[in-house]
Nanobody, 118 residues
Framework: QVILEESGGGLVQAGASLRLSCAAS????????MAWFRQAPGKERELVSA????????EYADFAKGRFTISRDNDRNTGYLQMDSLQPEDTAVYYC???????????WGQGTQVTVSS
């Protein structure tokens, strides 16, 4: 059984930073691609960023470029999303996901709430 557990969300003011973590167990994290998605109230879930299993390739949504950084530590079975210059429109539940094939996400965490006040 694969378990993904996100942490690091919270309530912050505009301009602040947060670092989300995704701890994985039950599967070889180091061989899995990983991504962060988010879902705001009344909106569809959208891709924030994705990273190849090796860390050698990263992809970002336009809104995340220059502000968010995805990374991973395969020795710790943990992925990260560093979010800087947060804005109220970044308010959403953030989910991590992993998969063995690029862009085919097989397992999901339960999400962590990020709320940015103006």
């Amino acid at each position: 059984q694969v378990i993904l557990e996100e942490s690091g969300g919270g309530l912050v003011q505009a301009g602040a930073s947060l670092r989300l973590s995704c701890a994985a167990s039950g599967r070889t994290f180091s061989s899995s691609n990983m991504a962060w998605f988010r879902q705001a109230p009344g909106k569809e879930r959208e891709l924030v960023s994705a990273i190849l299993w090796s860390g050698g390739y990263r992809e970002y949504a336009d809104f995340a470029k220059g502000r968010f950084t995805i990374s991973r530590d395969n020795d710790r079975n943990t992925g990260y999303l560093q979010m800087d210059s947060l804005q109220p429109e970044d308010t959403a539940v953030y989910y991590c996901t992993i998969g063995s094939i690029w862009k085919r996400w097989e397992y999901w965490g339960q999400g962590t709430q990020v709320t940015v006040s103006s």
